[in-house]
């Protein structure tokens, strides 16, 4: 019944709706899992200081580095049926331990930034390895048309996550909330094994497609250096960072100066999550598809990156809790609803090793590193005497680069469709054994 509804309001075919729906509900539990547990992080950033949180994000950078190799060297020995079930194992008992350890009245530094570490790398890492699968089941047409509806799972799940902790935090604590987080990632590996079986039972996928992808682990970076378009997604994603940054470490200020306690922090921190994903589960489910399908990529890539132009401007003139929220909300909802599927549709036309090991370097290490980057600089300013508002005018300069970035890859995607201009972009037609 869920399938056809689903075929009703959004563009998905009858023959697709297994996928889709098993895509749908696997990101549902993995970000829910999350997205519940990021409202603690952010609170433990609160408790460590914006100078403390700027520093531990050399860390996040220094550990998005060291996990390329290593994931390069799982996806070049192992199955995807093996080794992508066992990530979400992992992390569903690594968020177990943390909840047995962690204790907010007696708040222990060395955990709490461990805890920040471990969560704004795994993050990235495991939204890059969904999207990388994603994109060996569906090609370049299926991306337009499904990955809004398939990306609106995970904002329902989070949705569903920071909406658990608003509500159930005072009950059952931070370390309840980690719990409830393991439990869900632990769902999750039994919604990817039912979306490994359905890939393996489609027409003309053959056990030779499960195999190990080879190559050499350091392949990601190699590929970027080489390729134009890999660099282009590479300073978008830069200019995705920046902007996030310049309003996070607005957020810890306002957030800080607002509301007085962990609790209360919590709950604010879960609100705007929760309040995000309502907006954009019901522009992805909606609106997303058929924008990518009239529009093109191009508009999902600088809509965002215009808005935030004018949206930073207002804020250089005038700034208050409520306003810089919105902002915040608008921001981050046209991120995940337009920018985050118009990223991924950059990738449909690309072979395999890039699909895995170059697009995994951009998400995470490129990702962090510019993060690490754009707080030590934001920390820097305000060090010198910059005023928060003379912040959201660097951010406004900042968006209106980003938004040229945008639409420079938007029309080397859109035309694709020719041999020259698939070379342009970087597809490798032979599919690399």
Do not use: H
């Not at 490994?196 to 970027?224: M, Y």
């Amino acid at each position: 019944m869920f399938g056809r509804l689903l075929t009703r309001v959004a563009p998905v075919e009858p023959r697709e709706i297994g996928a889709v729906l098993a895509a749908f509900f696997l990101f549902f539990f993995m970000w829910a899992g999350y997205f519940s547990v990021r409202p603690v992080r952010e609170t433990v950033g609160t408790l460590l200081g914006r100078q403390a949180v700027a520093d531990l994000w050399l860390y996040t950078s220094a550990f998005s580095i060291l996990i390329i190799p290593v994931y390069g060297a799982v996806v070049a020995r192992f199955k995807r049926s093996t080794f992508l079930p066992w990530t979400y194992g992992i992390v569903a008992v690594a968020l177990a331990g943390v909840g047995l350890l962690l204790d907010p009245a007696q708040f222990n530094p060395v955990l709490g930034k461990s805890f920040y570490v471990f969560i704004s790398v795994v993050n990235l890492f495991l939204l890059s390895m969904f999207w990388s699968f994603l994109l060996e089941i569906f090609d370049k047409a299926q991306t337009k048309r499904l990955f809004g509806v398939i990306a609106a799972g995970g904002s329902a799940g989070a949705l569903a996550g920071p909406l658990l902790a608003d509500l159930t935090v005072t009950t059952i604590g931070e370390a309840g909330v980690l719990f409830v987080a393991a439990a869900m990632f632990v769902i999750a590996i039994v919604c990817q094994r039912i979306l490994l079986s359905g890939w393996a039972r489609q027409p003309g996928t053959e056990a030779a497609d499960d195999r190990p992808i080879g190559g050499n682990v350091f392949a990601g970076v190699t590929l970027i250096l080489k390729s134009p378009y890999l660099l282009g997604i590479a300073l978008f994603i830069v200019g995705i960072s920046a902007v996030s940054t310049v309003l996070y470490f607005e957020q810890l200020r306002i957030v800080a100066d607002t509301f007085a306690t962990p609790n209360e922090r919590t709950r604010v921190f879960a609100r705007i999550d929760w309040i995000v994903q309502s907006l954009t589960v019901v522009t992805q489910v909606f609106l997303t598809g058929r924008v990518a399908a009239r529009f093109g990529v191009t508009t999902l890539l600088t809509l965002v990156p215009l808005l935030m132009v004018a949206a930073f401007a207002g804020l250089a003139g005038y700034t208050t809790f409520t306003l810089f929220a919105a902002v915040f909300i608008l921001r981050r909802a046209g991120e995940y609803a337009l920018v985050r599927p118009g990223r991924e549709m950059l990738w449909s036309p690309l072979d395999k090793e890039t699909k895995y090991k170059a697009k995994s370097t951009i998400d995470v290490p490129v990702y962090r590193g510019a993060d690490y980057v754009g707080g030590q600089v934001t920390v820097g300013l305000t060090s010198l005497g910059v005023s928060p508002n003379g912040m959201m005018a660097v951010g406004a300069v900042i968006a209106a680069a980003w938004a040229v970035v945008g639409w420079w890859l938007g029309r080397k995607f859109e035309g694709g469709a020719t041999p020259e201009k698939r070379a342009e972009v970087g597809e490798v037609v032979a599919q690399r054994s």
